[in-house]
């Protein structure tokens, strides 16, 4: 049996309404292979049983208030306690096997920051037709921009060194969707083409309801896009966590006094 790799890995999902998947994506999360691992749930105050599921799986539960996907990451960076962090959404459709073959494939080849391209592999039904057409138009848009040389500008998974936030040109400044494609662009800004890469995997089709607004959220994303290019692109919430967010670690969660 293979030594558990030396380090901390925290893995990130950020929930909303997640209770048919939550539990599957954090049980096919592989286990005892790092040292320590930390599943970071980052919920926005979901009213059904998300938390209550996650927290009967081990993982972290931190509540953030104040809404939007990215921000649920720009809380979870700043309070994540491994050196390594993965991110994924919570509804099956990442393929969570491959995390320690990323994870030490950042480490092996001195790497800051992979991307992971869903599109190459995707898996018959994982996403619609619009849902294609618009994810090619945001890449095809982004490559168009910013010269980055990525595929899938819209992917949710990534693995990168935590210490690379330290740098504040490499924390992302959105609270919505557009996060996604930030952290592309500021990675290969910021780190380069050698410390930042984009690896094919596998995506598959979701469990349970996507909330999601197809053409509001396709929007937000193509305006960001431009925005950022010349400049217009605005933070709207500081970095990190508010001081009062509920976490399991200080026994605040609700669900942990049932």
């Given amino acids: 049996m293979t030594d558990p790799l030396p380090i901390s890995v925290t893995v990130i999902l950020p929930t909303y309404e997640e209770e048919a998947a939550v539990g599957l994506t954090i049980d096919s999360i592989?286990?005892?292979?790092?040292?320590?691992?930390?599943?970071?749930?980052?919920?926005?105050?979901?009213?059904?049983r998300t938390r209550e599921i996650a927290l009967e799986k081990g993982a972290r539960v931190h509540i953030e208030p104040r809404k939007g996907y990215g921000r649920a990451y720009r809380t979870g960076f700043e309070i994540a306690k491994g050196d390594y962090i993965v991110t994924m959404?919570?509804?099956?459709?990442?393929?969570?096997?491959?995390?320690p073959e990323l994870v030490k494939k950042l480490i092996d080849e001195d790497l800051d920051f992979i991307t992971c391209d869903r599109l190459t592999k995707a898996e018959?039904?994982?996403?619609?037709?619009?849902?294609g057409f618009g994810n090619w138009m945001l890449s095809f848009t982004a490559r168009m921009l910013y010269w980055y040389g990525i595929k899938d500008s819209q992917s949710g998974m990534w693995v990168f060194r935590k210490s690379i936030m330290q740098n504040p040109k490499m924390r992302p400044t959105n609270d919505g969707m557009p996060l996604s494609q930030e952290?592309?662009?500021?990675?290969?800004?910021?780190?380069?083409?050698?410390?930042?890469?984009?690896?094919?995997?596998p995506y598959r089709e979701r469990v349970g309801e996507a909330v999601i607004h197809t053409w509001g959220d396709g929007w937000k994303n193509l305006r960001f896009l431009y925005f950022k290019r010349i400049g217009l692109n605005r933070t709207r919430s500081p970095w990190g966590p508010l001081e009062d967010n509920p976490d399991?670690?200080?026994?605040?969660?609700?669900e942990q006094n049932k």
């Fill in 89 to 99: 959404d919570a509804d099956c459709t990442y393929p969570a096997e491959v995390v």
């Fill in 124 to 131: 018959e039904g994982s996403m619609s037709g619009l849902h």
């Fill in 30 to 48: 592989p286990k005892d292979w790092c040292e320590n691992l930390e599943i970071l749930i980052v919920d926005g105050q979901s009213k059904d």
């Fill in 248 to 254: 399991s670690l200080n026994g605040d969660i609700p």
């Fill in 183 to 201: 952290m592309k662009i500021l990675a290969r800004k910021n780190l380069g083409k050698k410390k930042a890469i984009e690896i094919a995997v």
